[in-house]
């Protein structure tokens, strides 16, 4: 299959390019700059540049395809342009879009796809483009929703940015509250795997792409702490703390999530084996511990 992607050169793009490249399809990519041309030519995708508010250059690249996986974040206007003006040169080609599961708020225990939205401010506006989007397959369309967990993985994602570094830097790792909230996550290779493989989807398909939803934020942290040679130190912040540092960040961070991704596995066969958030953040390299005596 010929497949434009845009995000090609973002965090889950560099595992996508090359999960497709592998899967035999003709990958042309989104290249906003020349360090994005650069890393896409690299793993294997033909560079189209240009921005995502470029409408023209999206309907032709997606002209030229037979389908599309849409990546690359934006604001809410610009998003829905794009997705629109992509959908329509594509006809009953795959649109591949992205959500993530922050959407549906506070899960109160394992749910699926069907379980009610309640998002919390700073990803409430992809409900609306969701349900524009959607309606495509009403005209013929093939939309396909992939709704991602918090990625990890490959040194970089939120746990690396929200408690991995911070650890460096003043030597514990925080959690809001309790931290027996959980966070649903995923390996950024296996949601790389679940878009390449939601290129064969029925239209109007949602799949939650989770691997682990069982670990609490406690016990990340814990291991993110030691991860960054703090000694599995951590601390509890209150909410209000947490706005202040992550800014509306801090309410997803706040959430209770929970999902199988039953779906994907009987329809797609996805199966998720990248290793737990856990086990990925006791493996990676130390950072070497800071000597105070070395500065004198």
Known sequence: MRVFITGGGGYIGSALVP???????????LARNDDDAYKLAAAGAIPVAGELSDVSMLRAAARAADGVIHLAPSSPDVDLAA??????????GP???????WVYGNTHGVVDEDAPLAPPPIVAWRVTN???IMRSAERGGRP???MPGAVYGHGRGIIQATMVEPAKAQGYASYIGDGANHMSLVHVRDIAGLYVLALNASP??????VGDSATTMRELAKAASTSANAGGVTRSITIEDARGTFGPLADALALDQQFTSQRATDELGWIPTG??????????PRPTA??????F
Do not use: I, K
């Open 19 to 29: 999960a497709l490249v592998a899967a035999g399809h003709e990958v042309t990519a």
């Open 83 to 92: 997705s629109e003006a992509m959908q329509f040169e594509l006809g009953d």
């Open 95 to 101: 649109f591949v879009f992205t959500g993530g599961v």
């Open 130 to 132: 969701t349900d524009v």
């Open 144 to 146: 396909v929703l992939v």
């Open 204 to 209: 109007g398909s949602r799949y939650a792409g």
């Open 275 to 284: 290793p737990s958030p856990v086990d990925y953040l006791l493996a990676q």
């Open 290 to 295: 800071f000597d105070a005596s070395a500065s």
